[in-house]
């Protein structure tokens, strides 16, 4: 587990110091990772992303590669289950709760990089206003 998350970046790897060729390896944290580690719970992401919906949509991936874009039909998912994410969550009340625990899980992780880095997005704003909401 750790070799894959240390080649998609979340864990630096390197040799240890001497180990004389034995194979031992340091993990260490990159920045990716302390986004991850204690600054807030991930863990509505796990139930969702082994959920049967979520693992079955994988079994089509060959087939949807294989296939023209246009003729693709959208994702993963709407190629194994026929529709969108947000249908399935409207027929499927416990796959409802997975998704929305799972996005403001990962909604969250965002906001947190947002705030870290707030001089640089929000440089030159005095204020800022959801053109979404209404009374």
Known sequence: MMELLS??????ATAAKGSGGSGDVVYGL??????LVGRCNLSPVVPYLV??????????MSDWFRKEPAVAGGSLFELAHGCSLQEMASKDAA?????????????QLFLEV???DKGRIFRGLNSLVDGNCSD
Do not use: E, K, Q, R
Request: include cysteine.
């Open 51 to 60: 959920s049967p919906h979520i693992v079955s949509s994988f079994f089509g």
């Open 114 to 116: 947002i705030i870290l």
């Open 95 to 107: 796959f409802s709760s997975l998704l929305n625990d799972s996005m403001a899980s990962d909604s």
């Open 7 to 12: 080649t998609s970046g979340i864990f630096t």
């Open 30 to 35: 990159t920045t990716a990772c302390y986004f």
